[in-house]
């Protein structure tokens, strides 16, 4: 079973004359959502409110086979994202999430509710921005990795909703050194090494020498490093108009950990992933972030509409 817990929105999409429509996010959820519709058996431990946004969320996630940890709900309000574009629909958000549900992290309860058979265990984004709350899910990864779990982690960074970059960057590298399995955005690295030229992403590897590291560039497709050698180039796909990429990378994300999950790939297994296997797993993770492209905010596929649309 795959664990997932971290940041839950609801974002609130802007379609213009201040219109603005109510979809389940946030970058954690978004990776559980995907994986579950993907076929995977999938936990979500992060608190959820009981107001009426909390009710859009875990109705979301039972609609894509998702369960929640059990007494996860809590009466703090539930964190909001407004999600406006630019004309190349790129997406900007405004974060509210002082006091909200999921920066409740009950440590021992998490832990209690974890799954006798865990494959994976991941978190990232705005759960490790604060420095409260990276201790406490560093807690949480560290419990699960002596379990047997693979480490998960997405920085998806967030430079808006931190005064305190270096504390931010220092705390995330806490998270690298744990990691089985590390993604990464062109925009992540930028942020997390300015000093570094574009295009260093081998740098990253280097520095952390996770089983395996995903590095995503957008429309110029996404590339896999194992720690064995192993390097693997796959294309962007896009399969019909563009209608944003709320969710792009998370949808990735998802997919990755699905296959894991799926290929039954344990231990030091990722790192022994040869060329086709990984540019299989990668192709999917394009495939399924392209179909969300397609729709407005993060609605990753299932498999069949993977299969439907590729063939």
């Known amino acids: 079973m795959i664990v997932v817990g971290g940041d839950a929105f609801v974002d609130l999409i802007d379609r213009g004359q201040r219109v603005f429509e109510a979809y389940p996010g946030g970058s954690t959820f978004n990776c559980a959502v995907a994986a579950g519709l993907l076929g995977s058996q999938v ?7 009981t107001d009426p946004y909390g009710d859009l969320l875990v109705n ?15 009466d703090a309000n539930t964190s909001l994202a407004i999600v406006s574009f630019d004309d190349f629909s790129q997406p900007s958000y405004a974060f509210y999430r002082k006091g ?3 920066r409740e992290v009950p440590i021992a309860d998490i832990i209690a509710s974890f799954p006798k058979s ?3 265990f991941h978190v990232g984004s705005c759960a490790l921005i604060c420095r409260e709350d990276q201790d406490a899910w560093l807690q949480v990864v560290r419990a699960a990795k002596e379990r047997g779990a693979l480490i998960s982690i997405d920085p998806n960074c967030r430079p808006s909703m931190t005064n305190d970059p270096v504390t931010y960057r220092q705390g995330l590298e806490r998270f690298f050194e744990e990691a089985d399995l590390i993604k990464c955005s062109d925009e992540d690295l930028s942020y997390l090494y300015p000093h570094w030229s574009v295009n260093e992403s081998n740098l990253f590897f280097e520095k952390y020498s996770p089983q395996l590291f995903v590095y995503t560039r957008g429309a110029a497709g996404l590339r896999g ?5 192993v390097s693997v180039e796959v294309d962007a796909t896009l399969p019909g108009l563009l209608v944003d990429v709320v969710g792009a990378g998370d949808s990735v994300h998802g997919a990755l950990l699905s296959e894991i999950d799926r290929l039954g790939l344990m231990g030091q297994q990722l790192a022994h992933l040869d060329v086709s296997r990984l540019k299989g797993i990668l192709t999917l993770a394009s495939r399924v972030a392209g179909i969300n492209c397609t729709r407005v905010g993060c609605q990753p596929p299932n498999r069949q509409e993977v299969s439907e649309f590729f063939g």
Not at 60 to 74: H, K, W, Y
Not at 225 to 229: A, E, K, R, S, V
Request: charged share 20%; aromatic share 6%.
């Open 43 to 49: 936990l979500y431990v992060s608190t959820l409110s």
């Open 60 to 74: 979301r996630l039972t609609e894509c086979n998702v369960q929640i940890r059990p007494d996860a709900r809590s």
């Open 100 to 102: 909200t549900a999921d």
């Open 118 to 120: 865990m494959s994976v």
């Open 225 to 229: 490093f194992t720690n064995l050698g």
